[in-house]
């Protein structure tokens, strides 16, 4: 029989000053000397191990607005991106209320990318038998790292917006095996859903306060929709700072909220061609798109030499290497999102964009390659073309604001992916109108907690193991 494991709280998650001291320490020094070490799931935190907040202020020379854009980046959390933290808080819940069992069970992630990177770490630092579904246009750097981290993966045909086939294909894999396989999808699990809105919701209330950045509220929340978490922490600030709009970046080349529309880009990881089950649509106030070439071009500019030697002419050498292994191509799509939203807001010096990088570089560069073939090395020119275009020049093109019958709209789109195809009910779907759906949904945080604790005390002979390893 496999070991069970399980890592922090909710609450621990979003202030790891809490944990055990002696787990604690473990999980920091483990977190450089052995990462795949299971302690490190104690390292699933927006914060690092000073219990500061990771985060950075954009340079007004690189983003051209008078308002902040504070960015939250991810790149430090186990496995480099903060999908771990939707992976972890989706296979606790069900591991503490007995839905899957490490010595039973196979863990099936249907993902379009980071979710799949995640599941594969922390399925297999839980002790979990793993299985990605990941489609076949996905960097390869994605498809490397799920194999590293001890996880299977199979290939579907299709790019970022081809979700439908990752369905179909996590049926299959079920219909073969029911007793075994356990499908965790993060389109429509509420851990998904818990742990932004309560970890990196919270986590943005504390920053602009703790860090007194600009006027100490926060005016917007942008971030690109995939499976629709990230967007949760959104709910949490809006309840603090009810001003605040919550804003859905979409690709140009997929705008389904947008314009229903659909269509394959190379965003990876927003962008899924439908309406996801744990997306709380109807407290959102705007969607904006952006064009999945920009924001590719627009991380080049950041770490290509080339461009970084003509952004060192305006901004400074340190600044410019500081941002260089900050962000991948949905984190810069989510600067120019909040670039475009804090022209349309008319938002002033110390108004507040949150924004965050899911995940860095080091899953692109096979991306950054693919665009020295396609147009020819950066130059000088090009350098600065894609900077005062891409950044600097951004117009209000593809804003879609929210009313009444808009936000409708966003709402009916779930019904064909949810009630035809996924089998959920048409009275669930007509009771997500209604925020007090939401707030029941975040309600249950408490309880998990008291669930995750007795499930640790119960087993913490597995701890003690990690912590005398």
């Known amino acids: ?23 604690r320490k473990k999980a920091i020094e483990m977190s ?43 790149k430090d959390f186990p496995s480099g991106s903060h999908k771990v933290g939707a992976t972890y808080s989706i296979l606790v819940e069900k591991t503490v209320k007995g839905e899957v069992d490490p010595s039973k069970h196979t863990m099936i992630w249907p993902s379009t990318g980071n979710y799949g990177v995640g599941g594969a770490w922390v399925g297999s630092r839980m002790g979990y038998d793993s299985i990605v579904i990941l489609p076949e246009l996905m960097s390869k750097e994605r498809f490397e790292l799920i194999e590293r981290y001890g996880a299977r993966v199979i290939a579907t045909p299709g790019c970022e917006s081809n979700v439908k086939e990752i369905y179909d294909k996590s049926k299959e894999l079920y219909a073969q095996d029911p007793e075994r396989i356990r499908i965790l999808n993060q389109f429509e699990e509420f851990g998904n859903y818990r742990f932004h809105y309560y970890v990196t919701g919270n986590t943005m209330v504390e920053l602009v306060k703790e860090e007194n950045i600009g006027n100490g509220r926060v005016a917007a929340v942008v971030a690109g929709v995939g499976s629709a978490g990230t967007i949760a922490s959104g709910d949490r600030v809006k309840q603090v700072f009810p001003e605040a709009k919550i804003v859905a970046v979409e690709p140009l080349q997929c705008p389904t909220l947008a314009l ?16 996801t089950w744990i997306h709380n649509v109807m407290n959102m106030d705007a969607v904006v798109l952006v064009d999945d ?11 290509d030499e080339t461009g970084k030697a003509y952004l060192k002419e305006i901004m400074g050498e340190e600044v410019v290497e500081y941002l260089a292994d900050k962000f991948g191509i949905s984190g ?19 108004d507040n964009i949150i924004t965050i990088a899911t995940d860095a570089i080091d899953r692109y560069w096979s991306v950054m390659k693919q665009l020295d073939e396609q147009f020819g090395k950066m ?21 879609f604001e929210e009313d009444k019958w808009t936000r409708e709209r966003w709402h009916n789109l779930k019904y064909y992916t949810w009630v035809e195809q996924q089998g ?17 949904k975040q309600k249950e945080i408490e309880k998990i907690d008291e669930l995750l604790k007795e499930y640790r005390e119960k087993h913490k002979y597995v701890l003690e193991k990690l912590l005398a390893s």
């Open 332 to 350: 810069i799509a989510n600067i120019i999102g909040s670039i475009k939203m804090a022209k349309y807001y008319n938002l002033k010096e110390g």
């Open 32 to 74: 450089k000397k052995d990462p795949l070490n299971p302690i490190n799931l104690f390292n699933i935190s927006w914060r690092d191990e000073n219990n500061k907040i990771r985060y950075l202020v954009l340079p007004k020379e690189l983003t051209g607005v008078d308002a902040n854009i504070i960015v939250l980046y991810a």
């Open 293 to 303: 070439m920009d924001s590719k071009k627009g991380l080049q500019l950041l770490v």
């Open 379 to 399: 130059d000088r020119a090009e350098a600065k073309s894609r900077h005062e275009r891409i950044f600097l020049g951004q117009e209000l093109s593809g804003i």
């Open 260 to 275: 229903n529309g659909y269509g394959g880009h190379d965003i990876q990881g927003i962008g899924d061609k439908h309406v």
């Open 424 to 440: 959920k009910t048409v009275e669930e779907l007509n009771a997500q109108k209604e925020q007090d759906y939401w707030i029941e």
């Open 1 to 23: 029989m496999k070991e069970p494991i399980v890592g922090p709280t909710f609450e621990e998650m979003l202030h790891p000053e809490k944990i055990d001291p002696e787990v």
